[in-house]
DNA sequence: TATTGTTATACTCTATAACTATA
DNA sequence: TATAGTTATAGAGTATAACAATA
């Protein structure tokens, strides 16, 4: 065992993971046709249904505040749509619109479409299997993942 | 040979790694001392010696004007001095000063702790390999990769 | 008092447009 | 005219602080 050793990789592996995360996540951007937290909202609306405020700023690890104001611009946008919660005022579902549907399939078409086709025409089989099991060990590395032996 | 099968799993995969970058960039950038971009270029500058503001904002990826602004904050924080190039004079050698490289050591140790350790305690050996193959993975997908059999 | 949510404000990051200086 | 660089401005994204309403 050899603790400094693996420390060393284990921080030359933050510092390229810091690099290339950073240059990903600019390309995103640069790519999509409608703010990346609005559409990464709307994607969770449509995957899991109505939710609440607070819900999604914890599960998309931003503050309520920050959630609040995406959520204004996708409701001022037509994209999603508020309702109280009946049995607790102070709570508030939001809910994807059919527009909200509509243009976050164009977001997949769109924004995603560079990725999917570097993925698609660059990678080996082999290498689209690292990439997909690296997403789910960058989820463990966020605190997110199933411990290691779950599904 | 099925491409419509393929180019579905690319287009999850790609959706897939949106979110998982987009979720580690905004936790490097909660976790970071100093302005990520910043750190970049300093930690360019500490690696392959002085540069100047187009060809940083080349291997960057942003524009020469998002670098000038970049360039121009670490000048004011004395992190990088600039000497005017004595036989073009158009150009600038952007050079980082002995606080820069200090500063840069500060980054690496406050700013990807986090990341280092989850990675050196939450992850196997075997997680590590699939990491590291990754970063080359989605270097290659971002288009700076070397093609496939180089080193 | 605690919880849910919002509004106001500020800072970081990057872009486009317009400009200066040198080749 | 073309190239290297800068400044001005705007918009996205997120944060903290302060506030309103409900439990």
Redesign the pocket.
Known sequence: MSPDLSDAQAAELAGELREVV?RLA?RF??E?TL????MAVLGRLEREGPS????LAALE????????????ELEAAGLVD?SP?P??????LIRATARGVDALADFRRVAERWASTAIAVELTQAERDVLREATRVMRRILGEGPPRDSA
């Open positions: 950073a600019r951007r640069s999509a703010p990346i937290p609005q609440t405020t607070s819900r690890q931003v503050r309520p505040q920050s959630m609040a104001h995406t959520i204004g508020r919660d049995s607790d005022g102070r709570q508030v």
